[in-house]
């Protein structure tokens, strides 16, 4: 495997790049891509960011041989369940994926995977930082259970007093969500953050004024994601963290002792690839939820949904 | 007393030097005698609501001169409104455009323009002699343009050799070490990949353990769109990054990329450099604001001879800006690599530690926030030109943008004839 990810670190061919740009209809990607807004935007490095359910037909893939998975669990999962014998049957085709995510593939394509992790080695605090972004996407998604919300906004009352904070809170409908139901996610979430810093000046920022700041380096990217279903790897935070700020993505400090290959993403973070850990594989739940509901689409499927969110909270229990 | 209405965007640019030059240019206008200045938002954040209002708002002051400062938005709908408020009114008035490097990527705009200003009072202000070049080949005659540098302020960047010892020591570098920077975009364009290569190679001839370069600013992905090239987020700095990694370990570790820093500690970077390099061939190359800075701290600069980077030369302290070759190729523009290599050797053996304190009192002559009013206000007081229409080189581009989107490449991706035709105004005469 690590041999044909250095041939396509050496192609440098991805399915990001502008020469391919007219070979991908955009019209076949799922609608709910562009909720994805800003999080889903492109981005380049030799081994193929790109999401799983972007791949509208199997040859899509054929410039690059491996894939660095983007997707969140909810449509990494769904992918698995729909094209699990084509990965089996393809030829050996590098699938770069969170190492978290691992318990969900398939025990007879595991030999297909390996991991990806960001390593940011100079972090900050968030008591140190000079400005804090607090970020989310308000969709029921993206922010998870509102009861916990404050005890996950609980990190905030570090923020140093002299600290500057902007909120950049992009509104969204529920992703994946079928009703258009009147939400209250906004209210909720932004009283919650009230209550976190209290007395505390905020400023409110537009996602284009966030993509026009070009030195971060004193900066804490807060993100209120409250887990990895949306999306794993999030676009702001690679914009974030290319200019020197520190997000609370559990980016590592050090690399991984089993790195078997890494990457610059920018002058800070790097990309590093590990092997596939040993894990028990809870795949063929999911593919029972599947058989027991064939005509769902999954990632609309709220039952799917919540028993991958579920699985994930107890994640301890994937680990033989 | 002339009354002049400023049009600017009360916004700041995400382009940093833009942000400076608006600023800069309106301290210039404030010191000239004898004018009232009232300033007007123009943003982009304006509805068409707020764009109808700022027009009746401008033309409610009576100004005998309106001045477009900035660069962004486009000034099209803003002087569609403008001028129905003057028809209204039946008043007329002069209108003054800064021209900054991006005019030739607006030119559906600013042929809709050309239309509403026919017959109205307007000249142009463009930053360099090359940049003046460019746009008279797009003018009718009388050409009503006019040169007046983007300036700097003296009181940012002066002169100041006190700040050298700390900034060294922060780089971590001997005293007599050379330290050569960038400030700016890492961009294609801007050819840092060449500048790698090129001190790389200045490393191992020169075979020099005392030279450094400073990299500052990030990453971009503008491409070269004009020579169909378009690039990806993080593509370019995957290229500099695999160029880097090729280097020798010991050529690594003399390359420092430092990312972008705030503008206000660029000063203290110019006095600790030895020589600021900057290899751009951009096609938005039309002054080079962080060139004019550094020569105003007294940091001499090694340049290549295109747009208007041009304007930094200086018969009477040649060492002050040194160029380097540059022509139009097949396909690309090519920037002379043995030159690049042999200028960075040459700087090796000089030092113009003395003579810089010459180097930014002439600097500040020329690009300072003084000289730039006494030249507007020369403008001011000209005798203004009737504009009548763009010429038919800008037909010739708008006929060809019709037609595709990459006007200037061949089916091939070599540069055609009306890539030359505009650029040649941005390299020297043969």
Request: hydrophobic letters at 40%; aromatic letters at 14%; one cysteine or more.
């Amino acid at each position: 495997m690590l041999e044909i990810i250095k041939a396509q670190y050496k192609s440098g061919r991805s399915l990001t790049q502008n020469k391919y740009y007219s070979y991908v209809n955009r019209d076949s990607w799922p609608k709910f891509f562009w909720d994805f807004y800003p999080i889903g935007q492109e981005y380049y490095h030799e081994l193929n960011p790109y999401f799983l359910f972007q791949s509208y037909r199997p040859d899509i893939y054929k410039f690059s041989r491996v894939i660095t998975v983007r997707d969140g669990y909810l449509t990494f999962a769904s992918y698995l369940i729909s094209h699990f014998k084509e990965i089996l049957t393809d030829q050996m085709r590098p699938i770069l994926i969170p190492p978290e995510f691992a318990p969900i593939v398939p025990t007879n394509i595991m030999d297909r995977f390996a991991c990806w992790q960001i390593v940011q080695k100079k972090q900050i605090s968030l008591s140190d930082a000079k400005k804090v972004i607090i970020f989310g996407l308000i969709s029921e998604e993206y922010l998870g259970n509102l009861e916990d919300l404050p005890e996950r906004l609980l990190p905030l009352r570090q923020i140093n007093p002299e600290a500057s904070i902007d909120l950049l809170l992009p509104m969204r409908k529920d992703i994946f969500g079928k009703n258009n139901k009147e939400s209250m996610v906004i209210y909720h979430a932004l009283n919650h953050i009230k209550d976190a810093i209290p007395g505390k000046k905020v400023n409110f920022i537009k996602v284009e004024n966030f993509l026009e700041l070009s030195n971060l380096k004193n900066t804490y990217v807060f993100d209120l994601n409250f887990d990895k279903m949306v999306v794993s790897d999030n676009y702001l935070h690679y914009f974030s963290q290319s200019r020197g700020a520190t997000v609370n993505n559990g980016s590592l400090l050090h690399s991984p002792k089993d790195s078997m290959f890494h990457l610059d993403l920018s002058i800070f973070h790097e990309l590093h690839i590990t092997p596939f850990p040993q894990v028990k594989s809870v795949f063929a739940e999911l593919i029972f939820h599947k058989k027991t509901n064939p005509h769902v689409d999954l990632n609309f499927d709220t039952s799917f949904q919540n028993l991958l969110r579920n699985m994930f909270q107890e994640n301890l229990s994937f680990s033989e | 007393m002339q009354k002049i209405a400023c049009l600017f965007s009360f916004k700041m640019s995400s382009w940093v030097s833009c942000q400076k030059i608006v600023f800069n240019l309106h301290k210039a206008y404030e010191l000239i005698p004898g004018i009232s200045l009232s300033n007007f938002n123009y943003s982009v954040d304006q509805n068409y609501d707020d764009i109808i209002q700022t027009a009746k708002d401008v033309v409610a002051s009576k100004p005998n001169v309106i001045v477009i400062m900035d660069h962004k938005p486009h000034p099209l709908p803003l002087i569609q409104f403008i001028k129905i408020e003057l028809n209204k009114k039946k008043l007329k008035t002069r209108f003054i455009f800064h021209i900054f490097g991006d005019f030739t990527l607006y030119y559906s705009e600013w042929d809709k323009l050309s239309k509403i200003l026919v017959d109205s009072e307007v000249e142009f202000i463009v930053a360099s002699d090359r940049q003046k070049k460019l746009i008279d080949n797009f003018l009718t005659p009388p050409h009503n343009s006019y040169v007046c540098p983007f300036p700097v302020d003296e009181n940012e960047f002066h002169f100041d050799l006190k700040l050298r010892k700390s900034q060294r020591e922060d780089w971590g570098i001997k005293p007599d070490d050379i330290a050569f920077v960038f400030t700016g975009r890492l961009s294609r364009q801007k050819r840092i990949h060449t500048l790698l290569e090129a001190f790389s190679d200045f490393l191992k001839k020169s075979k020099t353990q005392k030279a450094h370069l400073f990299l500052y600013g990030n990453t971009d992905h503008i491409g070269d769109q004009f020579l169909g090239i378009w690039e990806t987020e993080g593509e370019y700095f995957r290229k500099l990054n695999r160029i880097y990694k090729e280097l020798p370990t010991q050529v690594q570790n003399k390359i420092h990329f430092m990312g972008s820093v705030p503008n206000s500690e660029l000063k203290d970077v110019y006095q600790g450099a030895d020589y600021l390099v900057n290899l751009s061939v951009h096609n938005d190359e039309d002054f080079g604001m962080s060139v004019a800075e550094a020569l105003c701290s007294g940091l001499p600069s090694i340049l290549t001879d295109w747009g208007g980077l041009a304007s930094f030369s200086n018969k009477n302290i040649p060492f002050a800006a040194q160029f380097i070759s540059v022509k139009i190729g097949k396909a690309s523009k090519l920037v002379h690599y043995d030159e690049t290599v042999e200028i960075l050797k040459k700087s090796l053996k000089e030092g113009h530690l003395k003579e810089r304190e010459v180097i930014s009192k002439d600097a500040l002559n020329r690009f300072g926030i003084i000289p730039a009013s006494k030249i507007l206000e020369n403008i001011l007081h000209s005798s203004p030109s009737t504009f009548s229409k763009f010429g038919p080189l800008f037909e010739k581009i708008l006929s060809a943008k019709s037609f595709t989107a990459t006007p200037y490449i061949t089916p091939r991706k070599n540069i055609n004839e009306l890539y030359r035709e505009i650029y040649s105004s941005y390299v020297r005469d043969n």
